[in-house]
């Protein structure tokens, strides 16, 4: 089930003064701001912020967070909470736009703040939302995506036999280059036989060998929020377990709008083989992971959860997961299935990317099937390099993932059938992507790298 809420991003420019300086520094919030509901100016929305907090010479956090009121009618104002680091330091940047009817234009664009350590002012001074320059981006920046309740992460199996249910997340701290990969399945055999829950955790150092351990078979307990068994849980805001000599607690704080793989329809309706989607485009992750050669403690660590339902793997795949900094997001499920008929056909594709708040293609089906006189995206799978290529619209994208075999750790899958593929997983891949867009020729609109940060599988039978 899902709602509609409301997202949209807002710049604001002007100084700061701190204590003892007669010179204010240069300060610019790039804020961008998600609320639950549809805005509605007469009512109290509250919203979640995250962004960039610049001050010249103390601060340049792109890792901001916080909070926004946005009463503007029924308290006549809008309130601002935002935390950021400088100097090592936690600091709150707090003020709010007093919204005055006699003067809609000024209140609502100026915004007295003050700044805090510790409870104390460290500062003051004021921000100004930038008209001429700023409006237009403004108004396009505002969107009113689905929301998707946390019942995203509920199990849907329904007590068929034949079916497969998977949590998974994946990760990457920031500070060490570490990947982390924590999978958890459900798995209702084809026979009729009690249904299992198993699962497990994978470690991916910079410099040194893939660690793993496996939890489970354990009987499955049907939970309503999410995955429990064995000792090992997911729900929307928090993962913990053991699985050998690994233990981990995590914080999830969901950062992105829901992201659907495959069509929104096909995961709500159970219609194809299996269907694919992420509840939150990313996440940070926050806590620690404890593992045979040490122990990981992560802080904001960017990643993403996935969950997957349908009756088996596939006959041939590949996936990636590559989170492009900024809100951006790029994902690509490439599968051959296993059904008569579908099992001949080459790699059907879907990728979407989330870029600059818009999702492309914006159709969940356009990269599977070509019409309009553009082809199908098309997917060349192997190790240890595979690759996507394909056009929608007036775009066009070339992805190219690397797993090392250094990197990549070789894992046997369970079907419900009893048969399983073998799947090669890497959550230190590296990706090279290239967007395009036609304007008589095609020409470059954005380009990323990633080296060793990329989470990317390929799996076969």
Wanted: hydrophobic share 35%; aromatic share 8%; glycine share 10%.
């Amino acid at each position: 089930m899902s709602t509609r809420g409301t997202a949209f991003a807002e710049t604001m420019l002007g100084t700061l003064l701190l204590p003892g300086k007669t010179e204010p520094r240069r300060v610019r919030l790039d804020l961008t701001v998600r609320a639950e509901q549809v805005l509605a100016p007469h009512r109290t929305t509250n919203a979640r912020v995250s962004g960039r907090v610049r001050i010249q010479g103390l601060a340049d956090d792109p890792d901001a967070t916080g909070e926004m009121e946005i009463s503007p009618i029924a308290r006549r104002r809008i309130l601002y909470r935002v935390r950021f680091t400088a100097a090592g330091r936690r600091h709150l940047l707090m003020g709010w736009k007093s919204v005055s009817l006699r003067r809609p234009l000024t209140s609502m664009t100026v915004l007295p703040y003050g700044v805090y350590v510790d409870g104390q002012q460290v500062g003051h001074g004021t921000l100004r939302f930038p008209l001429a320059s700023r409006l237009v981006p403004f108004l396009r920046s505002w969107r009113f995506p689905r929301q998707e309740s946390p019942s995203a992460y509920a199990a849907r199996w329904d007590g068929s036999p034949g079916r497969t249910e998977v949590w998974y997340t994946t990760l990457t701290d920031p500070v060490t280059g570490t990947g982390v990969w924590l999978h958890h399945e459900l798995t209702a055999p084809t026979g009729g036989s009690p249904a299992y829950a198993h699962g497990w955790v994978a470690v991916f150092p910079p410099d040194g060998p893939v660690e793993h351990a496996r939890f489970g078979p354990e009987p499955w307990s049907d939970p309503s929020q999410g995955f429990t068994a064995a000792g090992t849980e997911v729900r929307p805001d928090r993962l913990r377990g053991t699985a050998g000599e690994f233990r981990w607690d995590l914080e999830q704080d969901p950062l992105g709008q829901p992201l659907y793989t495959f069509p929104r329809w096909a995961w709500q309706r159970s219609v194809l083989p299996a269907a694919h989607m992420l509840p939150s485009s990313g996440s940070h992750f926050s806590g620690a992971v404890s593992h045979p050669g040490g122990r990981l403690s992560l802080h904001k660590a960017p990643g993403a959860t996935a969950r997957i339902y349908g009756h088996g793997n596939a006959r041939r795949w590949a996936w990636l997961h590559a989170d492009l900094g900024g809100g951006d997001v790029l994902e690509v499920v490439a599968a051959v299935a296993t059904r008569p008929g579908l099992n001949r056909l080459p790699p059907l594709v879907f990728l979407r990317l989330r870029h600059r708040d818009r999702t492309w293609p914006r159709l969940g089906l356009r990269s599977a099937v070509g019409w309009a006189g553009a082809g199908r995206f098309r997917a060349r799978i192997g190790l240890p390099v595979w690759s996507v290529t394909g056009r929608a619209g007036l775009r066009r994208i070339r992805v190219t993932v690397a797993q090392p075999e250094e990197r990549t750790l070789t894992l046997d899958y369970a079907d419900p059938d009893g048969s399983g593929p073998v799947c090669r997983n890497s959550e230190s891949a590296d990706a090279h992507i290239v967007l395009e867009r036609w304007w008589g020729r095609w020409r470059p609109e954005a380009r990323w790298t990633l080296e060793g940060t990329a989470h990317a599988e390929v799996g076969e039978r």
